[in-house]
């Protein structure tokens, strides 16, 4: 509906002219008021529209279909503005918008303050003498436009909106929630009811906005957690153990995103030892330069670790273990040129 941000924004201008808002809002009976779908008889308002009234505490009751007559008066007003500020303006030229919103607003002015020709009085008295006082006052802000779009929540307890990922309360796991979008705030619905709200994100793609009340238990443990007290920890066991624990800091866009596999590397030396953790990251480490948490822990499983039982991690460098195999193929390229 590409239509519907002027529609609404011509709203919130025409209560800002007005300095006020009237009880009742007679719109057209369009697709950007009206919601067709459900046919005739069971239309219901536009619900970005709906919202918009609710802000300024007015109620939508839209024209009949081919009813001039709900609002005449509007429409004839209409007619005789707009031909006779366009046949004001109609050998004028402008060079931007701006200048002709200018000089439009002047010929409204203009047009409003023409005395009436049968009767005593201007509209612009009219307005001021007998509806002005009757308007309600503006709200404290104008009504934001906003977005409406379902989402579902995913198993890291965020959604995703516009390429970025905001928190629900971990609860609502694979549940449909509605979210509502302005320029500064993603809302978050479930049922009719917030249940969450962010600063909306802008810039580089995958950015996380959590809200720590969100997180389950097990995952806020980890809040207390940053590269500093990772590195000093990893340091205490060992220079190889640091290696790999500064390689898995450095291997996310977002440090956060590799602080449990920090934590699950530093928490096999509960199970295997210090001396036998820190061999094993020493071991990796002769295979790649940034070994992963999976690695270290299936070199420890297996006992490939190489770590003398009550040795404190001295490593066998006896190569007298390796055997030749006596069933290896001999032959040799040169034997299959034949």
């Avoid at 007679?26 to 005739?40: L, S």
């Avoid at 008295?125 to 995913?154: M, N, R, S």
């Avoid at 009340?213 to 806020?220: F, G």
Wanted: proline share 5%; with cysteine.
């Amino acid at each position: 509906m590409k239509k519907q941000p002027s529609w609404i924004a011509a709203h919130i201008h025409m209560y800002e002219y007005f300095g006020g808002v009237a009880k009742i809002l007679v719109p057209d009976n369009c697709r950007t008021a009206v919601d067709h779908n459900r046919g005739w008889k069971e239309q219901r308002i536009n619900a970005v529209y709906q919202e918009m009234a609710e802000h300024y505490g007015t109620t939508v009751i839209p024209a009949r279909v081919r009813a001039p007559k709900d609002k005449p008066n509007a429409e004839g007003s209409v007619g005789n503005i707009s031909t006779w500020i366009t046949a004001a303006l109609r050998n004028e030229q402008f060079f931007s918008l701006r200048e002709l919103n200018q000089a439009i607003r002047q010929k409204l002015e203009e047009f409003s303050r023409r005395p009436f020709q049968k009767k005593e009085g201007s509209r612009y008295e009219i307005f001021h003498e007998e509806e002005l006082p009757l308007l309600a006052p503006l709200p404290a802000h104008p009504y934001e436009l906003a977005e409406w779009k379902q989402a579902t929540v995913q198993f890291n307890y965020h959604i995703s909106c516009a390429g970025m990922m905001y928190s629900v309360p971990h609860e609502y796991i694979k549940r449909k929630v509605d979210v509502r979008i302005t320029d500064k705030t993603v809302e978050i619905f479930y049922n009719n009811n917030r249940i969450a709200s962010h600063r909306r994100l802008y810039g580089r793609k995958g950015q996380y906005s959590t809200i720590t009340e969100h997180m389950p238990p097990s995952h806020q443990q980890y809040l207390e957690w940053n590269d500093d007290r990772f590195h000093k920890w990893a340091e205490r066991i060992g220079t190889s153990t640091y290696q790999v624990v500064d390689g898995i800091l450095t291997s996310k866009l977002v440090e956060q995103q590799s602080y449990r596999s920090c934590m699950g590397l530093l928490k096999l030396a509960d199970k295997y030892s210090v001396d036998r953790l820190e061999a094993a990251c020493r071991k990796a480490l002769s295979f790649t330069p940034s070994p992963s948490y999976k690695s270290i822990k299936n070199i420890l499983d297996t006992g490939n670790d190489n770590a003398e039982p009550g040795g404190k991690g001295k490593i066998n460098t006896d190569k007298t273990a390796t055997t030749k195999n006596s069933h290896a193929l001999t032959r040799g390229a040169d034997y299959y040129r034949r």
